[in-house]
């Protein structure tokens, strides 16, 4: 289908455009969402009759959404939530919990605007677009923690107990990965050859000693013979 945008759609084209479209993305979005109309002699005359009204009222929305991207920028938000010790979460935070609680701070936002591709799974800091404006996108800081305290910890930069965890894992994948011994082990390993030797060194003696007493007891039966 044809249609004529009304704003900028991304991906798309601009006000004015004309373009073709999938007939559902048509009928489901675009029309009843007045951001397009069908490309037909009559909208196109209209378009023409309202098009400094469309851009004039376009730019209104666009200051607007401007100065609402000032203040929602500013701000760190947090959301708690539960996790293992090693940073998951029980469950995912989803574009509509972040909703939730940009309204909670006082800005009106639909869960279509915050685009998420996919849900978050993980304690840490998440930068999250929003969509203001079809020309004005604000990328936000999001927190997702176990409690306060843990959030302020990572707002200030500083490791958590489960980044701690992380690392630690990581460290020992690459060092059995590159097949080194740890060096607990070596000394052990050494310690076991010294033993090992120790007891060979002794055993030999012991055969040495038996030797020289049978040695003994021959000279002292040669001698009685004679």
């Excluded at 082990?185 to 030797?211: G, Y």
């Amino acid at each position: 289908m044809e249609v004529i945008l009304l704003e900028r759609i991304e991906r798309l084209g601009q006000m004015g455009d004309v373009v073709v479209v999938k007939d559902g993305f048509a009928r489901n979005f675009l029309l009843p969402k007045n951001k397009a109309l069908r490309a037909n002699k009559e909208n196109l005359e209209f378009f023409e009759k309202e098009k400094i009204n469309l851009e004039a009222k376009n730019l209104k929305l666009k200051t607007e959404a401007e100065a609402v991207s000032e203040k929602i920028t500013v701000n760190n938000y947090i959301i708690i939530r539960q996790a293992s010790d090693t940073g998951q979460l029980y469950g995912s935070v989803n574009s509509g919990d972040i909703k939730e609680k940009l309204q909670k701070e006082g800005f009106s936002i639909e869960k279509n605007q915050v685009v998420l591709d996919r849900p978050i799974k993980e304690i840490g800091h998440h930068e999250i677009r929003v969509k203001l404006h079809p020309e004005v996108t604000s990328n936000i800081s999001i927190y997702i923690s176990r409690s306060q305290e843990e959030a302020e910890s990572l707002i200030k930069g500083e490791v958590t107990n489960a980044e701690a965890v992380k690392e630690e894992a990581v460290n020992l994948e690459e060092i059995f990965d590159e097949g080194a011994v740890p060096e607990s082990v070596t000394e052990d390993e050494a310690s076991l050859d010294e033993d090992v030797n120790d007891n060979e060194a002794s055993e030999e003696e012991v055969t040495n000693s038996e030797t020289n007493e049978n040695l003994s007891e021959e000279e002292v039966k040669e001698k009685s013979d004679t």
